[in-house]
T-cell receptor, first 116, second 111 residues
Framework: GAVVSQHPSWVICKSGTSVKIECRSL??????MFWYRQFPKQSLMLMAT?????????EQGVEKDKFLINHASLTLSTLTVTSAHPEDSSFYIC????????????FGSGTQLSVL | QKEVEQDPGPLSVPEGAIVSLNCTYS??????FMWYRQYSRKGPELLMY????GNKEDGRFTAQVDKSSKYISLFIRDSQPSDSATYLC???????????FGKGITLSVRP
């Protein structure tokens, strides 16, 4: 299957700082990428849908000014957690769509964010 | 009631056992049903993808969908220690619609 690379795999930061997470589709172009958050023993919750060349679409309850998403090319989307706080500590996962169906949805390996 | 319910487990079985994992859902608009396997601190990997009701088999894995009961299952035959992971069900109303995930169940297969 296609490969989606997510970096970094884990990051520790101080409260109030910003953290950027990268999601790359390595062997295909992805017009659409998705960002999820997963708390321990909880399901993946969709945060936003990232479309290349346009503004991201955020799910209800997700602050767009706190979670900045940029999808500047067909192979790269970034999520920046601005002014991070301990409650933002979570496992963040991206996915990229190869084609137009969920069957061709490939996930990155995730980023564990810990905010001190 | 949550849209997708999945028994959180955990579940521990001996090697070679048949494993049955299940999810129920409340949204009758769901048409596409998926099972993902997720190893610790990794992203989910698609195992099975099915449309509407019926069965689908792939090697040791069989997915069943019963839309009338809003119930889906994943069966794993001859389970192996390498099957130890978290299994998440997911579903959507359209082929490229937003996925709604279950919480996942952690499976441990004992050698």
């Amino acid at each position: 299957g296609a490969v989606v690379s997510q970096h970094p795999s884990w990051v520790i930061c101080k409260s109030g700082t910003s953290v950027k997470i990268e999601c790359r589709s390595l062997d295909f172009q992805a017009t659409t990428m998705f960002w999820y958050r997963q708390f321990p023993k909880q399901s993946l919750m969709l945060m936003a849908t990232s479309n290349e060349g346009s503004k991201a679409t955020y799910e209800q309850g997700v602050e767009k000014d706190k979670f900045l998403i940029n999808h500047a090319s067909l192979t790269l989307s970034t999520l920046t957690v601005t002014s991070a706080h301990p409650e933002d500590s979570s496992f963040y996962i991206c996915s990229a769509e190869e084609g137009t169906t969920n069957e061709k949805l490939f996930f990155g390996s995730g980023t564990q964010l810990s905010v001190l | 009631q949550k849209e997708v319910e999945q028994d959180p487990g955990p579940l521990s079985v001996p090697e070679g056992a048949i494993v049955s994992l299940n999810c129920t859902y409340s949204n009758s608009a769901f048409q596409y049903f998926m099972w993902y396997r997720q190893y610790s601190r990794k992203g989910p990997e698609l195992l099975m993808y099915t449309y509407s009701s019926g069965n689908k088999e792939d090697g040791r894995f069989t997915a069943q969908v019963d839309k009338s009961s809003k119930y889906i299952s994943l069966f794993i035959r001859d389970s192996q220690p390498s099957d130890s992971a978290t299994y998440l069900c997911a579903m959507s109303s359209g082929a490229n619609s937003k996925l709604t995930f279950g919480k996942g169940i952690t499976l441990s297969v004992r050698p």
